[in-house]
């Protein structure tokens, strides 16, 4: 949860920023909040992923993404207050 509260934060940062990183960081807030839109229907329905390698992918996936979203993120900030 705490990758949306960041997204968030960065979109109302990069208000005055350009159209790029304006379009990047709300894109990326609605994408998380479509993720765990589904991972909790997902969940709710009682559906698990089969294997033991299947779990571990599924675990470890959001993990990688978020991590390099957020710093996609970062540097657009930092791009935006340098200037």
Same mark, same amino acid.
């Given at each position: 949860m705490?990758? !949306?509260v960041i997204a968030?934060?960065?979109? !109302?940062?990069?208000?005055g920023a350009g159209w790029?990183?304006?379009c990047y960081a709300w894109a990326l807030l609605l994408i998380l909040l479509a993720a765990?839109? +589904?991972g909790?229907?997902?969940?709710?329905?009682?559906h698990h992923p089969a294997? *033991?390698?299947d779990q571990a992918v +599924?675990?470890?996936? *959001?993990?990688g993404a978020a991590a390099d979203l957020r710093f996609g993120l970062?540097?657009?900030m930092l791009r935006h207050f340098r200037n």
């Open positions: 705490s990758w !949306l968030a934060a960065a979109a !109302l940062a990069l208000r790029w990183a304006r765990v839109a +589904v909790n229907a997902v969940h709710a329905t009682g294997g *033991p390698a +599924v675990a470890v996936t *959001p993990w970062l540097l657009e």
